[in-house]
């Protein structure tokens, strides 16, 4: 398919100087030599086949992008009636632009990121930006179905991150959490689905290097999590606005591709294109300037701030807040450099109960029996930022980007006192990409170097439990201590491409990956349990079933002691893929060879694709393929099994006995695992139609060996095997139009429609998803609508809304001072699966599925330019939920969880 469009509390910690030091050297230090490397050769284009029918000069522009694999970017009006007398033969991208552009008045400009400008000739360059939107035309791309969003056509209304963005893209489907009105103080990303897969199966990559999270992405913070920090699938968390382009392929990966079972997240960052600017903005939202909806069993909770729970992590509801965004970006040139700089920073504001207690009088006032009490502020802040450069005029490609970000918490356990901790996030990325052609053969290296962490510093490391006092009296004190998990990666993928004749292309290459995984506990952490002795006589009650701390004796202690864990391995992968294109016919078939150091697995995928054009001018197409991919593996796989020797656990029985040893190796151990896969088949139909782009593909994707976590009850043991699977059925439409002029305006369409049938032993969306599910096997026997099936078909939970269907406007002012944006989503048909109990016939866990209604939300986005000149401040209203529709999104024990009803954000900037 084809889409063209402050104090932080408690310490800080700095990203390790050695890292950002030896990152930046590396980068110093290719670019000083690959420049060198470069001008010593003699650069050669590449020869095309190209068979471009004569007639209208813009289908003849679209059939050479498509035909050369470039990225070409026009005008519509520039070429509105003009015709071209068409190719045949073999010419390179210039040759055949020039000759298609002959006494047009045209002119072809190079950028910095490899593509092509086709201007008019009078024009300079500032004039040519105003005359946007461009056609975009993705070549090569739109035969095997990748998808490519432009900056000027991201949505961005509400979060401005990655789910929101690719929401458009029928294959991706997004938490059902992110539009929730229980938590619009958030502003962590949301997590995304691509093909049913997990979020952290997808591969996400900024300027050709991978910035995945490959420690523990699946984890969530809960009052149980005594050894693990809570991940993110993402390792750096990307601001939208400083993206020029995101790229996802979701069917028909190249062997070129790997790490991944979901797709792949090809993220581009602004570069500079010929024009300096520079701009700053502030945007804002609050809690007044949204309507809530809130199912009636929660509305009095959801009022006071606090959930009915008795512990776990605040924010389940967030009546009260504010959020803030400072963004500044700007691009200019030095020399022979371009340089692009952006800065960013959200902030959130909520206000939360941090103790309830059981007051009988609150509940005959309210029906409530927890009465919150102890309100505080919490603080949350988002920092990100980039820098590129990119060398010009040259006849090779070179370009280099760091990227940073960092996510701060503030946050406590409801009911744990004394129990205040810091939740951060942080990532910085090094990316350096080199392009040359040697003779006939084309080279891309890409070099990265990059650091993630996941951390969290609580104010105490110790926790207090008192099994017979109740929470409500002080039953649980402390905290967990400081706990930091950290990767190193430092990654070289090298791809070569050279054509054997006209028609056969063979490209090769590989990839090797360093990882250094480390988790570091910075201070001991004691975990002691109080209990009653009950060979005495009781003392008497401090409250209703509670007694005084003072009455019980120390009955257990855990200590998780301080020190590091760490690990190295490399992973490495090699791949051959032949791409053929000849007369009505073109192919790819390859294999990748993937040594996952991790587990000790060595994998072969084999990729293939072919096709049909079905027209002389090779605009229609049919293609199909089979494919398997490789997903993921994480250092949680491991670090359960070397985090034993760590752990130090006493107990006794009675206050005068003596403490015992327990043996921690009776508690878990580790199996060897396979590496989990997907195998996908897709067919799919492509080319023109009504004055744009269409679509229609169908996939198969089957998800075997997924990593489940595994109980036995008899021997209380934990492990981890390749029970899980998983399904998914998909039907992808889209229709992308040609942006037009009309009544003085520039208009283009997006459009896409996608059915999904999904099955899985699991869920994706809570603290105990996927690898981190603690159930029976896959394999096991439920009983659902009347029969028995096995657990892996049950429909799956979430990331899974069976027909979802987006639609943009976007409409632009013919002198570019008035952009109106309005995006609208369907969805119908979800289903919430739930687990009913036990059949009492057969004695198998009973699911009964819950249909859910469907839900519209139109979004509407006006960004006016104040002056005439180009240099002058902005307004931007987003509207969310135009029409304020109740949307229920997912239902819980007979509650619904609704959509944010209407919302508005205000943005004011300026731009130079």
């Known amino acids: 398919m084809s889409f063209n469009l402050v104090a932080l509390p408690f310490k800080s910690k700095p990203l390790p100087r050695l890292v950002l030091f030896g990152a930046l050297g590396m980068g110093l230090f290719v670019g000083w030599t690959l420049p060198s490397i470069a001008a010593a050769t003699s650069a050669h284009a590449e020869v095309h086949p190209l068979e471009i029918a004569d007639g209208d000069l813009g289908q003849a522009l679209n ?52 593509g092509f400008l086709i201007r008019n000739q009078s024009n300079t360059t500032d004039d040519q930006a105003a005359a946007l939107p461009l056609m975009q035309v993705e070549g090569a791309y739109t035969g095997y179905g990748y998808a490519a969003i432009e900056n000027g056509e991201m949505r961005n209304a509400m979060r401005g991150d990655l789910a929101e963005t690719l929401s458009i893209i029928p294959s991706v489907r997004v938490a059902d959490s992110s539009s929730s009105s229980l938590q619009q103080g958030d502003i962590k990303p949301a997590e995304l689905s691509i093909r049913g897969a997990a979020p ?6 900024l300027d050709g290097a991978s910035i995945d999270n490959l420690m523990d992405p699946a984890q969530r913070e809960n009052p149980s999590n005594y050894t693990n920090v809570a991940g993110h699938s993402q390792g750096i968390f990307l601001n939208t606005d400083f993206l020029s382009q995101v790229e996802v392929i979701d069917v028909n990966a190249s062997a070129s591709e790997g790490g991944f079972s979901g797709g792949v997240i090809k993220a581009e960052t602004k570069s500079y294109d010929g024009e300096d600017f520079f ?62 700089a952006g800065l960013d920073e959200k902030t959130s504001r909520i206000w939360q109960k941090q103790v309830v207690d059981i007051d009988f009088d609150h509940f005959a006032q309210t029906g409530r029996i927890f009465k919150p009490s102890e309100e505080r502020s919490l603080d949350t802040y988002s920092r990100s930022g980039v820098l590129r450069l990119d060398w010009l005029e040259q006849d090779y490609l070179l370009n280099a980007s760091l990227a940073f970000s960092e996510y701060d918490e503030d946050t406590f356990f409801i009911n744990y006192l004394d129990s205040d901790f810091d939740s951060r996030h942080q990532g910085l990325n090094l990316s350096v990409n080199y392009g040359q052609h040697f003779g006939n053969t084309r080279l891309d290296l890409n070099v990265s170097a990059g650091i993630s962490s996941d951390e969290r510093y609580f104010k105490h490391a110790v926790l207090d439990q008192y099994r017979y006092t109740t929470i409500y009296q002080g039953g649980i004190i402390g905290g967990y201590g400081d706990l930091e998990s950290e990767q190193r990666t430092l990654t070289s993928t090298l791809k070569l491409s050279t054509p054997l004749t006209d028609a056969l292309t063979f490209d090769y290459g590989g990839e ?17 349990e ?23 004796y120390h009955a257990r202690e855990v200590i998780y002691q301080a020190g590091e864990i760490k690990f190295n391995n490399l992973n490495a992968a090699a791949f051959t893929e032949l791409n053929g294109d000849h007369q009505r016919f073109f192919w790819r078939t390859g294999l990748r060879l993937e040594r996952d150091d991790w587990l000790g697995n060595t994998n072969l995928a084999p990729r293939l694709s072919a096709g049909i054009y079905l027209d ?94 595994r109980y036995d009850a008899t021997t209380q043991m934990y492990w981890f095997d390749n029970s899980g699977s998983s399904r998914t059925h998909q039907v992808d439409l889209y229709w992308r139009s040609t942006p037009a002029e009309w009544l003085g305006a520039y208009w283009a369409i997006n459009t896409s429609a996608s059915w999904m049938d999904k099955q899985t032993d699991t869920t994706y969306g809570n603290s105990s998803s996927g690898y981190l599910s603690n159930s029976n ?62 059949d009492s016939t057969t004695g198998l866990k009973q699911y009964e599925v819950h249909k859910q209604g469907s839900t519209l939300r139109w979004d509407m986005s006006i960004d006016l330019r104040l002056l005439q000149s180009r240099n002058s401040p902005y307004l931007r209203l987003d509207v969310v939920n135009v029409t304020d529709n109740q949307n229920t999104i997912s239902a819980e024990s007979n509650v619904q969880l609704f959509g944010v009803g209407r919302q508005y954000w205000l943005e004011l900037g300026y731009k130079f």
């Open 63 to 114: 059939a050479l992008g498509h035909q050369t694999g470039i990225l070409l970017s026009y005008s519509p009006d520039l070429v509105d009636g003009m015709t071209s007398p068409g190719l045949s033969g073999q010419y390179t991208v210039l040759q055949g632009l020039g000759l298609l552009l002959s006494g047009t008045g045209l002119q072809v400009e190079q950028l910095a990121n490899g």
């Open 200 to 205: 952290y199966q997808n591969k996400l990559m």
């Open 279 to 340: 701009s700053i903005s502030q945007r804002s939202t609050r809690d007044s300037w949204t309507n809530f909806h809130i199912d009636p069993a929660q509305l009095g909770e959801f009022g006071d701030g606090a959930a009915q729970a008795v512990t776990g992590v605040p924010g389940d509801f967030q009546p009260n807040f504010r959020k803030d965004q400072l963004s500044l970006q700007g691009a200019t040139r030095i020399g022979d450099i371009g340089i692009f």
């Open 512 to 528: 090797l990956r360093w990882l250094n995984f480390r988790q570091n506990r910075l201070n001991d952490f004691t975990y002691n």
């Open 530 to 552: 109080y209990t009653l002795d009950f060979t005495q006589p009781l003392p008497p009650q401090s409250g209703l079933g509670s007694w005084s701390p003072a009455d019980q």
């Open 616 to 709: 002389a001018a090779k605009r229609y197409r049919i293609t199909a393929g089979a494919n398997r991919y490789y997903g993921k593996s994480f250092l949680a796989y491991r670090l359960r099994e070397l985090e034993r020797d760590r752990i130090v656990i006493r107990s006794r029985t009675s206050p005068n006995a003596e403490y015992q040893s327990v043996d921690v190796n009776r508690t878990w151990f580790y199996q060897d695992l396979d590496t989990p896969y997907d195998d996908e088949l897709n067919l799919g139909i492509s080319g023109p139609l009504m004055s744009g782009e269409a679509g229609l593909m169908l996939v198969e994707r089957k998800g075997e060996r997924q990593v489940r976590t």
């Open 777 to 838: 096997s896959a394999d096991d026997e439920v009983w659902f609508e009347g029969k028995r099936i096995l657990k892996r078909d049950l429909p799956a939970n979430d990331f899974a809304t069976p027909v979802s269907i987006n639609l943009d406007l976007i409409t632009r002012s013919g002198d570019d001072r008035i952009q109106l944006r309005n995006a609208f989503a369907l969805t119908n048909g979800y289903r919430s699966l739930r687990n009913v109990g036990t």
